[in-house]
C-alpha cells in the first residue's frame, strides 16, 4: 500500500492506492461505492485481469485516505484526476462501483465500467417522504437520539465532515452527465440490487449511446460473487 499527497485549493488530501501488476502497460481503474475502500475492489478483480496493471484507490474520507472538509461528487472527481495526473495514468478505462460510478463518469474515461452506478433519482415511496416529513417537523423538539430512527444506514458511524459529504452526494442527478458521455460505457448490475434498483440500468444505458449492458445474479455488491464472469465478459465487451 502507497499514499500520494494531492493538493487542491491549498488542502492537502493523502490519497490511499495499491497497484497490482505493475509490469503491465495498459492500466484500469478502480473506483469503490460509498462506505468502501479499495480492497473490495482489489479481492473482487485483481487475480482475472493480470494482463492489466490494476489500480486501486481509497476516496477521500475513505479506508487510508484523508478528507479535509465536506465534497461533492464534482470535487471528488477533481481530487482523483489530479492524482491520477501525478502518477501519470492516463484515464482509459474506468471500474466504478456505486458512487465511483459516478466520480468514474465525471473523470471521462475512453472505456467507462459502470457496477450498480448511483447517479439516477428515483422517486421516494410514500413511506419513505411521509417519514422525511414526520422527522423534520418533530426534529426541533428531540435530540440526537430521536434522530438515530430515522437516519440512514449510510450516516452510521460518520463524523461530521463524511455526513455533510454524504448530504452533497445523496441526491444529485446525473442523467444529463449520462446523457453527455459519448465515449464507450460497459454496464454492469446485480438483478436484486435494491439500493439502486434495475431500472436505474435500463435508464443509464439508454442515456449513454455508445453503452452495453448485462445483467448478473446478486443485490447492490453482485460482484463478489461474479468476479470473475465481469472480467471475461469485460474483455469481450471491450
Known sequence: MASKEIIKN?????????IVNNNQKECIVFLHGWGSNKEIMRNSFAKYLDSYKLLFI?????????IVSALDTKEYAQIINLFLDALHVEKNIIFGHSFGGKVAL?????ILVLL???????????????KIRFFKTLKPFFGKSFYKFFATKDVDGLDKTMYETLKNVVNEDFSQNFKNFKKKAIVY????DKAVP???????A????????????GDHFFFLNNAEKICTDFKEDI
Do not use: C, M, V
Not at 189 to 192: M, R, S
Not at 198 to 204: E, G, H, K, Q
Open 10 to 18: 491549498n488542502s492537502k488530501y493523502n490519497i490511499s492506492y495499491e
Open 58 to 66: 481509497d476516496l477521500p474520507g475513505f479506508g487510508n485516505s484523508s
Open 106 to 110: 465525471l473523470l471521462n474515461p475512453q
Open 116 to 130: 450498480s452506478s448511483a447517479g439516477i433519482l428515483n422517486k421516494k415511496s410514500f413511506k419513505t417522504r411521509f
Open 189 to 192: 448490475w446485480g438483478k436484486d
Open 198 to 204: 434495475l431500472s436505474n440500468a435500463y435508464d443509464i
Open 206 to 217: 439508454s442515456f449513454i449511446e455508445n453503452s452495453k449492458l448485462r445483467i448478473y445474479e
